[in-house]
């Protein structure tokens, strides 16, 4: 890539929505960007960077493009930081032509363009860099104006040509950066612009910009900007925020502005009259707080605070957060209703769950923190015992909800209802598609909470390895948390994490809690190993195959302890886990152990087991403690095929058991024709 090259990319990116591409200036997962084609490839900016290195100052300041610009004013646009700092360094872009405006007379500033969009780190880089931050483009408009409204269309093409391509979900993203952007300026805050908008006046102009301008009303007001403003309509700035969906600017010129009220427009249409008429029951509620006059007959209907408050915050979203503002307010007011030691600060779980899916940074805690209400308080709320805390433990809330927590002084290892710490309690939960929100709690809890049993004997490591939260597992062992901790009652006493891993199919899990020194002779109060069940149990609702049950026995050292019935794992196989057989006959097991009824895995086994055990040293001889030999029981269960093998196989028909009933007999009685004919030697 040569300068010309890059010129001409930059160029077109400016000048085409369809075409435009920048590196973002806020920090992100840009791997699950929604519009990642939107954004630079790291080999282009690699190329780019290195092209840059070797351009003078004429190919910098030099215009291209039908707005004049230099490329200098689009490595600004665009987020080229490390070049253009670079430039700003090593004297190619001087004090002098920092503030080159474009060729055409538009008065574009690469301070006014980085203001536009929201570029808070670029912005001070220029500043810092002898920047004039007073400065006004063709249309009367300064960095405040930019700020509050950063589409630019050249007046030659304000009706049929281009605009200055913008990517407005990047604006969404880096609205806070604009807030301090605004901050930091000192230029004239009530300037107006040709058109005689200031920029307060201007944001509340616009529809469908509140997403990426919600924080300036507040900034603009805190400077000074004047507010008596009234469009050709009569409405005022209030008027004109409901009007264009400024809920933050709306709810701060209610709260700074109460001249603004009470004030109609020319149709005698109030605040609160508009409020009615569109069932807007938040601002209506905000309204008659800061001093409306009621409407004789025309009250609204209201819902539920809870409700209203919970639906206020639906209308958060990542990347509008203008909503957010008046759902807090309405939280507030909520709490401000309720007595904080009474059990109706229950009706507060109301509005958690959009609250905390919708805010990320989930300020509704901090509106309960402020009102002084205990997170850990056991509340007795529709039938429920629970607290607000662990109210809040839903991996849908995400990560930052449990740090708030935290941050708040919240007390994160304690149990409140049923012995559940919230670690026990999230440890419950089931396996998740994306486990790293367990393992980033499970670094919150303390090693003594992850320990702890709850009402039920359970506890968090044995919870975690029921339900496959490895890597939560694998911070609680890196914790110290005893890997061979066994469950009380009313559990199954003595079970292990491992005996869960191994009962549930979770082959990782086994692998980590073997790895870590579990100790797979531990019984239960059954008697059973973890051997036994990965044998024994099912896991309901879900397929445990036979694969996950080989992979889990092959982590196993030890498969032949006997329960307390005597019964190994070897003679849990059956029809359903005969392809294990091998895996046993592998490992060396004793083929001839009998369990405390004197049965052995003969005497159970099908054709194609029996060969498999004969080979390995099957006693054809054994009996039960009843005197049934394999060849009784083959009979018994009227498996002709299996009696006929064993029978060439050597096997005593004629013995009697401890009846007196031989293997003859039970073949006359059954009429086993078949088995009979190789009975040729009768006694």
Same mark, same amino acid.
């Given at each position: 890539?040569?300068?010309?090259? $890059? ?265 609160? $009259? ?53 759902? $807090? ?93 919230? &670690? ?146 070897? $003679? ?53 403690? &009843? ?57």
């Amino acid at each position: 890539m040569n300068i010309k090259e $890059l010129t001409a990319l930059l160029t077109d990116s400016s000048e085409s929505f369809q075409n435009h591409k920048f590196i973002p200036w806020w920090t992100d997962d840009y791997e699950n960007y929604i519009y990642p084609y939107d954004i630079f490839e790291r080999e282009m900016i690699s190329e780019a960077e290195a092209c840059l290195e070797k351009c003078d100052t004429e190919a910098l300041l030099a215009p291209t493009g039908c707005f004049g610009l230099t490329l200098f004013h689009l490595l600004v646009i665009h987020n080229f930081y490390e070049p253009v700092k670079k430039m700003l360094c090593d004297g190619r872009i001087t004090a002098e032509n920092v503030d080159l405006a474009d060729h055409r007379g538009h008065g574009l500033t690469p301070f006014l363009l980085a203001c536009s969009r929201g570029n808070l780190a670029m912005v001070r880089l220029l500043l810092d860099h002898g920047a004039d931050a007073s400065l006004w483009d063709e249309r009367g408009m300064n960095a405040y104006h930019f700020l509050a409204y950063p589409r630019y269309s050249a007046p030659e093409h304000a009706d049929n040509g281009p605009d200055l391509a913008l990517n407005f979900e990047s604006l969404e993203r880096s609205v806070e950066q604009k807030g301090e952007i605004a901050r930091l300026l000192t230029c004239d805050i009530n300037k107006k612009e040709n058109n005689g908008l200031t920029p307060l006046e201007l944001l509340l102009s616009k529809e469908y910009s509140a997403s990426y301008t919600w924080p300036l009303t507040e900034i603009f007001l805190e400077k000074g900007a004047k507010t008596d403003y009234v469009d050709e309509a009569g409405n005022t700035l209030l008027m004109m925020a409901i009007r264009h969906g400024h809920k933050t600017a709306t709810l701060r010129l209610i709260e700074h502005c109460p001249e603004l009220i009470n004030t109609a427009n020319k149709k005698g249409v109030t605040p609160l $009259l508009h409020s009615i008429d569109f069932r807007n029951q938040p601002l209506y509620l905000a309204l008659l707080d800061h001093g409306a006059t009621p409407v004789p007959d025309n009250e609204m209907e209201l819902f539920p605070l809870s409700q209203i408050t919970g639906n206020a915050f639906a209308g958060v979203q990542e990347t509008d957060r203008d909503a957010l503002a008046m759902a $807090l307010y309405m939280t507030e007011k909520l709490i401000g209703q309720l007595d904080p030691d009474d059990d109706e600060i229950g009706e507060i779980t109301y509005i958690l769950h959009n609250a905390l899916i919708s805010d990320s940074n989930a300020h509704v805690l901090d509106c309960c923190q402020n009102a002084g209400i205990d997170f850990t308080m056991p509340i007795y709320y529709h039938g429920e015992s629970l607290c607000l805390r662990d109210e809040c433990l839903r991996p849908a809330f995400g990560i930052n909800t449990l740090k708030k927590l935290v941050e708040l002084g919240v007390d994160m290892n304690k149990a409140v209802t049923n012995g559940q710490t919230p &670690a026990i309690i999230l440890a419950s939960m089931e396996q998740s598609s994306d486990e790293s929100y367990f393992e980033e709690a499970a670094k919150l809890f303390s090693r003594e909470s992850m320990e702890q049993t709850d009402n039920q004997g359970e506890t968090a490591i044995h919870l975690a390895a029921e339900n496959g939260h490895t890597t939560m597992l694998k911070v609680m062992l890196e914790k110290g948390v005893n890997v061979n901790l066994t469950e009380d009652a009313p559990a199954e006493a003595g079970t292990s994490p491992l005996h869960l891993a191994c009962a549930n199919g979770h082959v990782d899990v086994v692998k980590l809690l073997m790895d870590a020194g579990a100790d797979d002779t531990v019984k239960t109060i059954n008697g059973e190993t973890p051997a036994h069940l990965a044998l024994s149990r099912k896991r309901y609702g879900k397929e445990f195959n036979i694969t996950q049950r080989k992979e889990i026995l092959s982590l196993l050292k030890n498969l032949d302890i006997p329960r307390e019935d005597g019964k190994t794992p070897f $003679l849990l196989l059956d029809y359903t886990t005969g392809e294990l057989l091998s895996l046993f006959l592998e490992r060396g097991v004793n083929v001839n152990h009998a369990d405390n009824t004197g049965m052995t895995a003969l005497m159970s086994a099908d054709k194609d087991m029996i060969k498999l055990l004969l080979r390995a040293g099957a006693d054809l001889t054994m009996a039960d403690n &009843a005197g049934n030999t394999a060849l009784h029981h083959a009979l018994s269960r009227g498996s002709e095929e299996d009696a006929r093998f064993l029978i060439r196989k050597g096997a005593d028909y004629n013995r009697p058991n401890n009846h007196g009933e031989t293997p003859v007999q039970i073949a006359v009685e059954n009429g086993l024709d078949t088995v009979l004919e190789l009975m040729t030697d009768i006694r």
